[in-house]
């Protein structure tokens, strides 16, 4: 609900779970290190792209879905890991694997993959490389609210004393639990909320003057 979306694209297999069944945030964080180490080895390639919450709010002001962003986002990724190793296409070592159903590739990804792009409902339950993308994903997006909040307190001391007290950033991460849904209701979104996803978009409705 609150900062960048992050889309992930790992490529490789390793004995690993699924970020939302991995609770202890030292654990993601080890996890995403050691991933980031083998980064090193030339068979793991790690891609991501992140969209802010006023790119996001954009592209919903003009009937373009959050789904057309990430799809958007992923075919960025796809297009860079073909253009980094084109030789991986004719050997058939390439397999894209969406976490959900409603990835539309690029008609150049199609030509160029085909059948090796799948979508799978709770993919990142079910393959090592999905799960190793969603640990990686959650930790840029962690990293990226704590830095917003340190940022704050340079920027706006007042805003930054908010997310902090009334918000809970540090804490939800942004993520729409109680305490920060009724923050919303109470004093309304912030700069750094997505404006047109409920509830911010309905009080902000409910507020116009």
Known sequence: ??????QELFVHSNVIRDSKKIHREEDRFAIADELAFLGNNEDLW???????????????????????AWDQCMNEIIERILQNDSSAILEKRIRVIIDGNSYRPTPSAVSELGSCISNIIKADA?????????????????????????????QNVDLHHQLLRDYSLLTNKGY???????AIHRLGPTIYHRHSFEPCKGWLLQHKT
Request: hydrophobic residues 40%; contains cysteine; negative net charge.
């Open 46 to 68: 790690i891609a991501f792209r992140e969209i802010s919450s006023k790119q996001i709010d954009e592209q919903q002001n003009i009937n373009y879905s959050v789904n057309e």
């Open 1 to 6: 609900m609150a900062n960048p979306a992050v």
């Open 176 to 182: 729409l639990t109680k305490q920060h849904m009724e």
């Open 126 to 154: 079910l393959f090592p490389c999905v799960s190793a993308a969603s640990i990686i994903a959650k930790c840029i997006h962690d990293e990226s609210i704590d830095r917003l909040v340190r940022e704050t307190k340079v």
